[in-house]
């Protein structure tokens, strides 16, 4: 079974740039779609994006969509979440899942996800 650890997180003001990293270790990564959930204090996990396991097929909320940017490399076992134009609004834990369906990336309920990292903090400040 894949694990999960995340890293990138930290404070940025509004406008800047952010690339969050989700590092896989396990030999079945390849085999998984991942994707990106955010979190703050009293709301439920939210969906931010997903890539399929090839790579080939990206989903985004519409929150995020042409600002947000998802990608994988799997010589290196890490998917990127590349956060463009952040606003306050963007501002929450970041965690990464590996779906309960591995190959499924179109899942955006966080109960379809058993996996996560940690969840580094984001803050954006006007």
């Known amino acids: 079974q894949v694990q999960l650890v995340e890293s990138g997180g930290g404070g940025v003001l509004a406008g800047d740039s952010l690339r969050l990293t989700c590092r896989a270790s396990?030999?079945?990564?390849?085999?998984?779609?991942i994707a990106w959930f955010r979190q703050v204090p009293g709301k439920e996990r939210e969906f931010v994006a997903s890539?399929?396991?090839?790579?080939?097929?990206?989903y985004y909320a519409d929150s995020v969509k042409d600002r947000f940017i998802i990608s994988r490399d799997d010589a290196e076992n890490r998917v990127f979440l590349q956060m463009n134009s952040l606003t306050s609004e963007d501002t929450g834990v970041y965690y990464c899942?590996?779906?309960?369906?591995?190959?499924?990336?179109?899942?955006?309920?966080?109960?379809?996800?058993?996996?996560w990292g940690q969840g580094p903090q984001v803050t954006v400040s006007s």
């Open positions: 396990g030999p079945t990564f390849t085999s998984y779609a």
């Open positions: 890539i399929s396991r090839s790579g080939s097929t990206t």
């Open positions: 899942g590996a779906p309960v369906i591995p190959g499924i990336a179109t899942e955006r309920d966080p109960s379809d996800y058993h996996t």
